[in-house]
């Protein structure tokens, strides 16, 4: 096929951004070439915010068709959480078709190196920025993200995440030279002399498999990871959220076929209602690579059958804050509040359980007891929320029934410090959204620890009284090692507690994020700069993003010649 795209032009115009992403992943710096702010789109081709709401709306009803070999059928049925039917059809595809296909491509993929692989996927992400307006309505309607957190977590934010990755594969690529002259010293005789030739290899086809509440902000790392480690990519998106990948897919498809590539090294697999189509694709020969984000049991249902892939699962954890002391009552509480709010608490990293002694705690507005530290919080909440216009702008929509299920049923768990309401959205009357719930329960009974020792995903805390500091330690390290962790908070301004949190932390592998009390949130990580799980708890085996993440995608291959 012809390029319209060459090299030398993706080169010079994505170079200094790869460049700038290497320093930023070694200084650990903030960096962020995606503007977050919406009012920064509209020129040079991307997309303002009515454009961006014209293009999502002239989506709605319409045939996504990618151009795919094997199509069968035509699949959708996605209903946003805020009550609108999308009515798109996306292609299903013939597997048996579909997979050879997309290998057919990977020998000039590999071919053209890390530096090529790289800036071609530099060129996709910066198509997606130009479109986030539109990309933001879609992850809006099939997350029940509220529009801003949409826009830039599903945004700017992914999109971060996706140019990190490709950021590390490059680095982990170019750690062995393409060719090395090898001479061996022999004494009196000639020296052995090789030219010794490395190439890195793909694994074969990577297949994502894409979950409802962050299609792209989860989706993206694997994706460009494997792009750009070389490796074909088959993505499965949730069945409730399938248009924000499809769309990635499309534009990922236009790009490598306008820089001369096959296009269908980036395919979409879309399933009918029912088809539980994850499992098949998984156990399949020709996927090599597998990135999961979901539920614990099937992530570790990958983790034990799909044998011949490299898997990388973020799974479920249980999220602890302990509460020991703090210096700024009134700022933990606000943070503690907006940390439980956000999204209706439908984030992997929001705080679940917080450990508070039970004789209370120190403060810089005195002692506290810990029903006050519960009432106190309940009321941080409220506050917050009492507007309904800024509840519906920080909660956004229920997900799904299960959430829903989960807040109804929280109240018989203990005593309520905070009953979670239903909230009108306006705008979108079929919506169903629901403030948090905070519940109080005692650590040292059994019946409690049924509740806070499970994964209670959604705007559902648990206060939970401690006998001490050291309790509340030994209680974070159990939870950690055996339910996992993607964040730990704590608040103490007792060194010694201090040390000992960060040495649970250190020693069961959690992410750690001490005495916030500002405008940075336990459950918020910056792309460049912050690890999103670390792979060594049971809540992920992989981090977003690290060496780690990148490297085992592919092999280093040798060839060698007599000099």
């Known amino acids: 096929m012809a390029a319209e795209l060459t090299t030398h032009e993706l080169i010079a115009r994505h170079r200094p951004t790869l460049d700038q992403a290497l320093e930023a992943i070694r200084t650990r710096a903030y960096w962020s070439p995606h503007p977050e702010h919406p009012k ?19 989506l709605l009803g319409t045939r996504l068709d990618l151009g795919q070999p094997g199509t069968d059928d ?5 209903v946003s959480p805020y009550g609108i039917e999308l009515g798109v059809s996306y292609p299903h595809a013939d597997i048996d078709v579909l997979l050879p296909a997309m290998k057919a491509g990977q020998r000039a993929w590999r071919d053209a190196g890390a530096q090529t692989r790289a800036v071609v996927c530099l060129e996709i992400l910066k198509r997606i920025s130009d ?9 809006m309607h099939t997350s029940g993200q509220a529009f801003l957190m949409a826009f830039q977590a599903g945004g700017p934010h992914a999109q971060d995440r996706g140019l990190e990755a490709v950021a590390y594969a490059y680095v982990e690529q170019v750690r062995t030279p393409d060719i090395a002259e090898w001479t061996k010293p022999q004494g009196k005789r000639d020296p052995l002399a090789l030219t010794k030739q490395f190439t890195p290899v793909p694994r074969g086809v990577a297949l ?44 990922a498809r236009e790009v490598l076929a306008e820089a001369g590539f096959d296009p269908n090294l980036v395919a979409l697999v879309a399933e009918r209602p029912g088809e539980g189509i994850a499992k098949t694709l998984a156990t399949r ?20 059958n799909a044998r011949q892939a490299q898997v990388y699962t973020e799974k479920a954890g249980v999220n602890t804050v302990i509460v020991e002391s703090t210096d700024d009552y009134k700022g933990m509480l606000a943070n503690l509040a907006f940390s439980l709010s956000l999204y209706s608490g439908q984030m992997c990293t929001t705080p679940q359980n917080l450990l508070i002694p039970r004789d209370g705690i120190r403060t810089d507005a005195g002692p506290k007891s810990f029903d006050e530290v519960a009432s106190d919080l309940a009321k941080a909440v409220d506050g917050l929320l009492g507007d309904d216009a800024r509840a519906n702008a920080l909660l956004g929509a229920i997900v799904n029934p299960d959430v829903k299920a989960r807040v109804e049923a929280a109240a018989s768990l203990g005593e309520v ?17 629901r403030t948090p719930v905070i519940v109080k329960l005692d650590g040292a009974k059994p019946d409690a620890e049924a509740a806070y020792m499970s994964e209670c995903f959604g705007p559902v805390s648990f206060a939970v009284a401690v006998d001490s500091a050291a309790d509340a330690v030994e209680l974070l390290r159990r939870t950690v090692r055996e339910k996992g962790a993607m964040t730990v908070g704590a608040y103490t301004t007792d060194e010694e507690v201090e040390q000992a949190v960060q040495e649970a932390c250190l020693e069961e592998a959690a992410q750690l994020s001490l005495n916030l009390t500002g405008g940075v949130y336990v459950n918020q990580t910056a ?22 993440f990148v490297a085992n995608r592919f092999r280093v291959v040798e060839v060698r010649r007599e000099a």
């Open 527 to 548: 792309a460049f700069s912050d690890f999103h799980g670390s792979g060594g708890n049971p809540a992920a085996n992989a981090a977003l993003c690290d060496g780690a």
């Open 74 to 78: 035509w699949v959708g049925g996605e």
């Open 417 to 433: 410090a905070l009953a979670s309401r239903e909230v009108t959205n306006p705008d979108f009357p079929g919506a169903v959204v």
């Open 40 to 58: 920064a789109y509209g020129d040079n081709g991307s997309l303002d915010a009515a454009a961006g709401k014209a293009a999502f709306d002239a």
């Open 208 to 251: 994502v498999i894409g979950c409802n509440t962050f299609p792209t902000w989860n989706g993206y790392p694997g994706l460009f990871a494997s792009l750009a480690t070389g490796n074909a990519v088959l993505v499965k998106p949730h069945p409730r959220a399938v248009l924000p990948l499809a769309l990635t897919v499309q534009v």
């Open 285 to 304: 020969p020709e996927i090599r690579i597998i990135d999961y984000t979901g539920s614990t049991s099937f992530g570790d249902w990958l983790e034990t």
């Open 131 to 139: 479109r986030t307006h539109e990309f933001a309505h879609a992850v």
